[in-house]
Every structure is written in C-alpha cells, then in structure tokens.
C-alpha cells in the first residue's frame, strides 16, 4: 500500500477539549477524499494539523513517510521549523477566505513563495505563474490587486498560488463556503479540473454534496472527530448505512434551502 | 530691541532643536523597530530585554531621564557631551513608545496572512518582512505621526542640560530683554510652524504607502 497521508492513533485537544480522538486516517497518493460533517465535528482540524498549523498531543502522522515527529528531535511531539519547512514542502492549502496577500498584485501572489523559498529564478516563475493564471482562467488580472477581485476570482488566484509550489497534496478548507452563489461555480470548475491529475493527492472539505459525489474517490463522513462512515461516492450517497450519516445527508437534502440550492448548482 | 532682532538667536535654537528632533526621531524609529519586533519575537530573551527597555522609559519622567544621563552616568565613568546625551535621551524615549506601536501594528495583522504564509512554506523572517510589516506599517503612521509631534515638543527638555535649543534662547533672550510676551509668542510659532512641518511629512510619508489599490481606504479608515 503506497499511503501518503497516514494518521495513526492522532489524538488532538485544544484545553480540556479533544477534538480527535485516537484518529485513523489514511489517504493514497493521488487519492482524491472528500471530508463531509457537521461544523464542530473536526474536518478543519485535520487538514490544520497536516498543514502544521496546529499540533497534535499524541499518536503518530506521516506524510510521504516523513513522520510530523522530528526522528531523535527535542520531545516526541516537537519539530524543528527545519523539519516542519520539509513537511510542508509536499503540502499545499486553499483557505475558506482566499487569505491573498492584499499588498502583492495577482502575479506577485503566485510568485513570490517559489521564488523566495524554492528558489527559483523570477522568470522561470513567472512563466510558470503565467500558466497557471492561463489555467484558471485569470491572466487579464495579473497586475490586478485583491481587492479589485471578486471573491470567486480571489480563490482561483489562491488555488494556483498553492499550485505554484508543486504540492503533491493539496488540502481544500470549504473553498466555497465564502462566496456568492453565483461564484461558486466558477471555482469548483477550477477544483473539478484539477480532480484529472493523477498524481495530485486531493484532501477536499466541503459542503457542495454534488460536487463531492462528482470528483472523490471516497466520501468520508466525520462526526465528532471520528469517520462514521465511508465508502466510494456512488455507494456513500445512495446507500449509506450509518443512521447518522443518513440523518446528516438528508438534512442536507431536506430543509436546509441554502445546500439545495448549491446542489443545484453544481449538476 | 525690536521683535525682528530677536528673530536671529531664536533661529539659531530653532535650527538645534530641529536637529535634535531629527536625529531623536530616526535613531527613535530604529529602536522603535528593533524593540517592536523583539517583543512579538518567540525568544524569550530578546522579548524579555526589549520589554523591560519599553517598561523603563514609559515608566519614567523624561526629565529625570535628561538628568540621570548628563548628571548621574558620569558618576560611574560614561559622560557624553550634552548635545549626544540629549539626542540619546529623546531616541530611548521615543523608541520605548514606538515600540509600542510598532509591536500592536505587527499584532493587529490577521492570523489568517500567517497561516497563509506558513502553508507556503515561507521562514519566519520572510514572513515577517514581506507578509507582516508591509501591511502593520500603514497602521503604525498615524500614531508614528503623534509620536514625532510628541518628541518635537518634549525636546524643549534638554534646554535644562545646557543645549542651546530653541526654548534655551527663548529664556536667555528674556533674561536679557524681560520682553516675555513677544519672546514667548515667537518661540510658540517656532515650534508650532516646525510641527506642522513634521506634520505635512508624515502624511505623506502615509499617502504614499497608502496610495494604490493594494489598501482601499474603506477597509482601512
Ligand atoms: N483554536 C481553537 N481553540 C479552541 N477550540 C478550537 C480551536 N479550533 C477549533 N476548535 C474547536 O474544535 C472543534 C473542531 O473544530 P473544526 O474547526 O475542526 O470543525 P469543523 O468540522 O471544521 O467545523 P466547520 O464545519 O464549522 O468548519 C470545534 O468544537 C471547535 O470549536
Ligand atoms: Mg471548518
């Protein structure tokens, strides 16, 4: 088995909370996950402890086989920012809010951290930045700032922003909880693109149920800092077996106007 | 003595005050960087010193500052002449407050900026140069503005450690002249056309780093 991701026993709290308790996760590469569940239930907290935004308290991660846990590093939960900057080399974020730079234009955004941190030559980013821009559709914005971009926009620029540094995993925080519905659209096609590459592993939190069902693999739904339920897309939604995971899709399904709409939407 | 002869003593102070008050204000502004930084910084004894520097000269009088520096340090050995002392002085101080500013407008940017720039990977320092401070130091000028008025103004002090500054001639013009109305009037223009110098810069220093559509006023005013 060639796992990417590999959650062992991860166990999370934040004070006397614990969010994740003795967690077991694991992603293959180029594995496209859908996350799935009710606010609180700990899906961004997955994706901020593979990112290293947060610590976790015990258990074991890996990603690519390199443990978050620095090998003879100082205490077994600690890493240096050496071990972390390696770390996060192989992973990428898309943010709910964009979280674009608003003193750098459009271009600058992109280019910026492979020049300032892979190195690369400002041209050779540049050209690299141009494509990137070509593919989500928003090179006429290039020298455009932030804040002259509408929200949809933002997020297509922070998705190549993060593609920009080769990720081989890119995690996905509800990309289109932010926006009008009139954008959404726009920026799942960007995602629903991207769901092509094989090599791109893709961990994707979202409440868009068509969508999900469209570009994963497989569909977990969290509840409580657990997996209730998963499964392959086709199998997860038509048939789920948890009691919980029915309650939980057809409240999606039933009264809540705002998720039919948005699975109107994405058909 | 007409009012138009007093004109040329009282330049004279005026053009050491605005040195002192130059220079105070540059080597404040480092310091204030400096200390600013050191005290959001995640070692604990750069933190440490830069908060106690802060601590100990917002927490004392000016005044007693001057004196203890010209007066008490030569005691142990360290004696500067007044001018160094005086530039000295108002730089600590103004740095101490600075720091401040400095430090809340580094506080005030949005975790959000920090963890997008930690998912790409970019170093603390990095982050802190290109992330941080290009979007703290618009916030820090209106106060930085305050600041620089605030140590024109205190520079009036150091006339009291033998400078020659604009407030020292204005004394010994009325020593001489008893002429305190005219004397006094004079030097309150004086300072008061050198703040709205001081003013007039700063706000552009401001407009310009606020021109462009990076910052809309909107999101800012
Ligand atoms: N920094 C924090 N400090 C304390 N508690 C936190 C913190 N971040 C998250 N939590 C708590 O951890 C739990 C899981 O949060 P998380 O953000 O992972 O949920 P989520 O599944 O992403 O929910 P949502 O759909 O609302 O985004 C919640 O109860 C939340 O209140
Ligand atoms: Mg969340």
């Not at chain 2, 004086?190 to 700063?202: D, K, N, R, T």
């Amino acid at each position: 088995m060639t796992s990417i991701i590999r959650f062992e026993n991860v166990t999370k709290r934040f004070g006397a909370l614990t969010v994740l308790d003795n967690f077991n996760f694991e992603v293959q590469r180029g594995e496209k996950v859908t996350l799935i569940g009710p606010s609180g239930s700990g899906k961004s907290t997955v994706l901020r402890i593979l990112m290293t935004l947060e610590p976790f308290q015990e258990g074991l991660l890996e990603i690519d086989g390199i443990s978050y846990h620095e090998p003879n590093g100082r205490g077994p939960f600690k890493a240096s920012e050496k071990h972390l900057h390696k770390i996060r080399s192989n992973v990428g974020m898309v943010f709910q809010s964009f979280n674009l730079f608003p003193h750098m234009t459009v271009l600058r955004n992109i280019v910026e951290a492979p020049v300032a941190v892979l190195k690369m030559k400002r041209d050779e980013a540049e050209s690299r930045a141009t494509e990137l821009l070509r593919m989500v559709d928003l090179y006429d914005k290039k020298d455009h700032f932030p804040s002259q971009l509408s929200g949809g926009q933002q997020q297509r620029v922070a998705i190549a922003r993060a593609l920009a540094m080769r990720p081989r995993v890119l995690l996905f925080d509800e990309p289109t909880s932010a926006l009008d519905p009139q954008l959404v659209g726009e920026v799942l096609g960007v995602i629903r693109n991207l769901a092509q590459e094989h090599d791109l592993t893709m961990l994707l939190v979202t409440h868009e149920m068509r969508f999900a069902r469209e570009v994963s693999d497989r569909v977990c739904f969290f509840d409580k800092g657990r997996i209730v339920e998963q499964g392959g897309p086709e199998q997860f939604f038509s048939n789920p077996q948890q009691p919980r995971t029915r309650e939980f899709l057809s409240s999606f399904l039933g009264e809540q106007a705002p998720s039919r709409e948005s699975l109107r939407r994405v058909q | 003595m007409t009012w138009m002869q007093y004109l040329a003593p009282l330049l004279k102070g005026a053009q050491v005050t605005v040195m002192i008050s130059l220079a105070s204000i540059f080597f404040g502004a480092i310091l204030a960087f400096a200390a600013g930084i050191a005290r959001t910084s995640s070692n604990r004894v750069l933190s440490g010193i830069a908060f106690v520097y802060v601590v100990l000269f917002r927490g004392t009088p000016l005044l007693v500052q001057l004196f203890w520096f010209y007066y008490a340090l030569p005691l142990i050995g360290i004696s500067f002449d007044p001018v160094t002392t005086g530039i000295t002085v108002l730089s600590l101080l103004t740095g101490a407050f600075g720091a401040e500013v400095v430090r809340g407008a580094l506080l005030a940017v949005p975790p959000a900026q920090l963890e997008a720039a930690r998912a790409l990977n970019f170093s603390k320092s990095y982050t802190l140069w290109h992330v941080s401070m290009p979007q703290a130091i618009i916030e820090m000028m209106p106060a930085f503005g305050n600041l620089a008025i605030q140590n024109l103004k205190d520079t009036a002090l150091v006339s009291l450690i033998s400078i020659a500054d604009l407030t020292f001639q204005a004394q010994s013009l009325r020593n001489i002249t008893l002429d305190s109305a005219t004397v006094y009037t004079l030097t309150l223009v004086g300072y008061f056309m050198i703040a709205l110098c001081l003013m007039f810069v700063m706000r552009f220093i401001e407009m310009k780093l606020r021109r462009g559509p990076a910052f809309p006023r909107s999101a800012h005013s």
